[in-house]
Antibody, heavy 118, light 109 residues
C-alpha cells in the first residue's frame, strides 16, 4: 500500500524558513517523479514543484521560484521542500504526491499546514 | 494562478448526469493529457481520471473523461450523494513549464 506521510508544518513569521518532509513507503520511491501541491484556506489547488525520479530535473511555480527548493533522498525514501523567505500568501496546506507513469498525481499524502503570520 | 477554467459549481439530483468542463490552451490541454482529481470535504485530493479518459483501479465507471482540442470534460452519471466534492482538472503547460490546475468545481447533489 502506498503511503505518503507529510510533516513539518508550523506557524512561522514572515521572512522565516521551514522544511517540509514526505516519508514514502509501499513503492519503489526512486522510480517515480514526486510533486508538492498546496491549497490556501478555502481556495483551490496550486502546484508548487516537481522533481524527477533521479532528482536531476526540478520544476517550480513562478510564485515560489527562488524561495522554494525541492529535493529527494532516494536512499531514505524521502521528499523534501525547503521554504525560505516565507510570505503570508504561502499559508496553505501542503501536500506531497507521487506521480504515476505520466504527469498525473497518482497518490497524495495527508497534507501539513503552514501558517505564515506575525 | 490557474490557467484552466472550470465552472465554479454544478449540481444535480441523485441518478442524474452532471458534466464539468475544463477550458485550457494549446500549450496545456491542447498538447498534454488531462487529469481529474476529486477532493471530498476535509480530505486530500484523489486521482479520478488520468490521461484524458483512464480510470485508476477502484474508481467507479460512473466517472468518465474526454478531451477535444483545448477543452476537456468530466461526466458523472448516476450521481450519488457521496459524489459531493470539489473537482479539479489539471494538465502540464508547455509554455509555463508548470503543472496547472483548473479553478475547481463544487458539485452538489
Amino acid at each position: 500500500e502506498v503511503q505518503l506521510v507529510v510533516s513539518g508544518g508550523d506557524l512561522v513569521q514572515p521572512g522565516g524558513s521551514l522544511r517540509l518532509s514526505c516519508a514514502a513507503s509501499g513503492f519503489t520511491f526512486g522510480g517515480f517523479a514526486m510533486s508538492w501541491v498546496r491549497q490556501a484556506p478555502g481556495k483551490g489547488l496550486e502546484w508548487v514543484s516537481s522533481i524527477s525520479p533521479g532528482g536531476n530535473t526540478r520544476y517550480y511555480a513562478d510564485s515560489v521560484k527562488g524561495r522554494f527548493t525541492i529535493s529527494r533522498d532516494n536512499s531514505k525514501n524521502t521528499l523534501s521542500v525547503q521554504i525560505d523567505s516565507l510570505r503570508a500568501e504561502d499559508t496553505a496546506v501542503y501536500y506531497c504526491a507521487k506521480h504515476g507513469l505520466g504527469r498525473h498525481l497518482e497518490y497524495w499524502g495527508q497534507g501539513t499546514l503552514v501558517t505564515v503570520s506575525s | 494562478q490557474s490557467v484552466l477554467t472550470q465552472p465554479p459549481s454544478a449540481s444535480g439530483t441523485p441518478e442524474q448526469r452532471v458534466t464539468i468542463s475544463c477550458s485550457g490552451s494549446s500549450s496545456s490541454i491542447g498538447s498534454n493529457a488531462v487529469n481529474w482529481y476529486q477532493q471530498l470535504p476535509g480530505t486530500a485530493p484523489k486521482l479520478l481520471i488520468y490521461s484524458n479518459n483512464q480510470r485508476p483501479s477502484g474508481v467507479p465507471d460512473r466517472f468518465s473523461g474526454s478531451k477535444s482540442g483545448t477543452s476537456a470534460s468530466l461526466a458523472i452519471s448516476g450521481l450519488q450523494s457521496e459524489d459531493e466534492a470539489d473537482y479539479y482538472c489539471a494538465a502540464w503547460d508547455d509554455s509555463l513549464n508548470a503543472y496547472v490546475f483548473g479553478t475547481g468545481t463544487k458539485v452538489t447533489v
